[in-house]
T-cell receptor
């Protein structure tokens, strides 16, 4: 069965620090990969997605992610975080190429001003 | 263009009552997904529906939970005889088709509290 694993459950950074959140998935076929962000009390918003093509994907708010097929990874990065990036981040993979998403357990990011 | 609309946003039910959560997909979207987020956990897939059809209900609890997406009107997630463990955020999402190459858009969620 497909699964998604996010390595860091809780990350605390100071403003301007660089961010990398790990995401690994288990599935040998074609995958579509997503990162969503959930601000406190709000719905999930799409940060970025990978379907095909350039494995380095740029998203909103300065986020990017790199798909490394050989490592089954899709890590999220941001060079310099802001206090407003405090939120929960979810990595997800589409199941068998369908719209059904399998989510990781999430990473809570706390950015200290 | 309105996004995915869910209501109610917050619902309080006593144990044993029924909860009905509604979801109107984005305009032009005919595929609806329901997810549940328990406290301190990630989102878990519950059910995937198209108009008048349940495509995948592998994440639905076997009892008390049902979902529908009628030809007209919103999708409804129904929980009968609620228990405290049903307290969670329930998110609806929609997409224009069932393939993985469409972005899935999420609603703002319905927070169910069972007292």
């Amino acid at each position: 069965a497909q699964s998604v694993s996010q390595h860091n459950h809780h990350v605390i950074l100071s403003e301007a620090a660089s961010l990398e959140l790990g995401c690994n998935y288990s599935y040998g076929g074609t995958v579509n990969l997503f990162w969503y962000v959930q601000y406190p009390g709000q719905h999930l918003q799409l940060l970025l997605k990978y379907f095909s093509g350039d494995p380095l994907v740029k998203g909103i708010k300065g986020f990017e992610a790199e798909f490394i097929k050989s490592k089954f990874s899709f890590n999220l990065r941001k060079p310099s975080v802001q206090w407003s990036d405090t939120a929960e981040y979810f990595c997800a993979v589409s199941h068998m190429g369908t719209g059904k998403l399998i989510f990781g357990q999430g990473t809570t990011l706390q950015v200290k001003p | 263009n309105a996004g995915v609309m869910q209501n109610p946003r917050h619902l309080v039910r006593r144990r044993g009552q029924e909860a009905r959560l509604r979801c109107s997909p984005m305009k032009g979207h005919s595929h609806v997904y329901w997810y549940r987020q328990l406290p301190e956990e990630g989102l878990k897939f519950m059910v995937y529906l198209q108009k008048e059809n349940i495509i995948d209900e592998s994440g639905m609890p076997k009892e008390r939970f049902s979902a529908e997406f009628p030809k007209e009107g919103p999708s409804i997630l129904r929980i009968q005889q609620v228990v405290r463990g049903d307290s969670a955020a329930y998110f609806c999402a929609s997409s224009p088709s069932g393939t993985g190459e469409n972005t899935i858009y999420f609603g703002e969620g319905s927070w169910l509290t069972v007292v």
